[in-house]
């Protein structure tokens, strides 16, 4: 079993959808957790973190991480054709170390 | 400011050639890391510097060598390229050590080996 799981996808949604991208994780230790957005041919860039559980908005993205249900999420709101890219959920228990889901590619289509 | 530079952008190798993959930040971040990136594999860590002078290996170091040259610039070095190290490689910096481990990407250098 892998350390973190994410769904591939594809997932195509209609402009202006709620989008709702999730991972799953075993070890117990992570209390560090990041979502990066990947476009087309280009390197990962940082778009939320979170520290422990809860919950962080920043515009139309929400993070929502579940420690107990080892469980955390990325919804997106007003959905936007420049949404789409793959989304790599990561996570660290510190010491620099990350673990990084395989990604989640979303479509939004006009 | 540019952040996260890497060169080349694209490569392409012959079987047993050697080259070097170039990675400097402008962030004054502590740490720097190599990763490759294939289809349904992720992102996989060769190689991390947590400081300057400091290497260690990740989850798939084989073939692969580095060298931590100054708090900016962190090369990865392929001795004998194979084919099995086709892949797009992304070197990443992180600033303050222990506390967050947000990365910075960089553009990434695309390694094509025959």
């Known amino acids: 079993q892998k350390e973190v799981e994410q769904d591939p996808g594809p997932l195509s949604v209609p402009e202006g959808a709620i989008v709702s991208l999730n991972c799953t994780y075993s070890?117990?230790?992570?209390?560090?957790f990041m979502w990066y957005r990947q476009y087309s041919r280009k390197g990962p860039e940082l778009l939320m973190y979170t520290y422990s559980s809860g919950n962080k908005e920043d515009g139309r993205f929400t993070a929502q991480v579940d420690k107990s249900s080892k469980y955390i999420s990325l919804f997106i709101r007003d959905s936007q054709p420049s949404d789409s890219a793959t989304y790599l959920c990561a996570m660290s228990a510190g010491y620099q170390k990350v673990t990084f889901g395989i990604g989640t590619k979303l479509q939004v289509i006009p | 400011n540019a952040g996260v530079t890497q060169t080349p952008k694209f490569q392409v190798l012959k079987t047993g050639q050697s080259m070097t993959l170039q990675c400097a930040q402008d962030m004054n971040h502590n740490s720097m890391y190599w990763y490759r990136q294939d289809p349904g594999m992720g992102l996989r860590l060769i190689y991390y510097?947590?400081?300057?002078?400091?290497?260690d290996k990740g989850e798939v170091p084989n073939g692969y060598n580095v060298s931590r040259l100054n708090k900016r610039e962190f090369s990865l070095r392929l001795e004998s390229a194979a084919p099995s190290q086709t892949s797009v490689y992304f070197c990443?910096?992180?600033?303050?050590?222990?506390?967050?481990?947000?990365?910075?990407f960089g553009p990434g250098t695309r390694l094509t080996v025959l």
């Open positions: 990443a910096s992180s600033g303050l050590a222990g506390y967050t481990d947000t990365q910075y």
């Open positions: 070890n117990s230790a992570f209390q560090y």
């Open positions: 510097s947590a400081s300057e002078g400091t290497t």
